[in-house]
């Protein structure tokens, strides 16, 4: 959804030619020529199609950091399922995604948005485990690198592997971060198996 006015009418052009060519198959002669404007404006705008593209990627995430940061708030309310919670956002989102781009989406736009989500996931499960050291977890390792950890391992999962293979390890998955997580038994029934 973009608002009237140039620079947003070339991020849109620009998020469609992306997404369907890729990165090396979108020039900036085709953004402006559809946008209906000379090279000279885009450059009034962006240094290099990279900026755009930062952009186009800036715009695709707001309502998935929106919804990460409403997941966070949550932990602090309820913790119980949280990381749990966490994660279901996400698998749910990337079967969403999949169903809507699979066949319509240049392979190197997939890889880009693969990335960056690793890299935006980290902040909002740092935050998480944090308000979950409050509550008694006790992470194997700082909880900077544990977030990294979970972005780049259980992230990677959801984001890489098919979706029902992912689904039919979720237990599996739950159970080890329990371990690394620190929890004891019956912490890990709290915040993992009671729904609150």
């Not at 849109?12 to 402006?32: C, H, L, M, P």
């Not at 708030?73 to 994660?87: C, G, I, S, W």
């Not at 240049?106 to 990335?115: K, L, P, V």
Request: glycine letters at 4%; aromatic letters at 14%.
């Amino acid at each position: 959804m973009y608002n009237q006015g140039t620079k947003n009418k070339m991020i849109e052009v620009a998020s469609k030619k992306f997404f369907q060519n890729g990165f090396d198959g979108t020039s900036v002669r085709s953004i402006v020529d559809e946008v209906g404007c000379e090279v000279g404006l885009f450059y009034y705008y962006y240094k290099t199609k990279d900026d755009i593209f930062t952009d186009v990627l800036e715009r695709f995430f707001d309502p998935y950091k929106k919804d990460f940061e409403e997941l966070v708030n949550e932990t602090k309310q309820v913790p119980y399922k949280a990381l749990y919670r966490f994660f279901a956002y996400m698998k749910k989102k990337v079967r969403e995604f999949r169903d809507v781009y699979a066949n319509n989406i240049h392979r190197t736009i997939r890889w880009a948005i693969r990335e960056q989500t690793l890299t935006i996931i980290e902040p909002y499960l740092k935050d998480i485990i944090d308000i979950l050291i409050t509550f008694g977890a006790k992470p194997k390792m700082d909880s900077r690198l544990m977030s990294v950890f979970l972005a780049h391992g259980v992230g990677s999962i959801i984001l890489h592997e098919d979706a029902d293979w992912v689904e039919s390890v979720t237990d599996d998955v739950r159970k080890n971060i329990n371990i690394i997580m620190g929890l004891d038994e019956e912490t890990s029934k709290e915040m993992f198996e009671i729904s609150k």
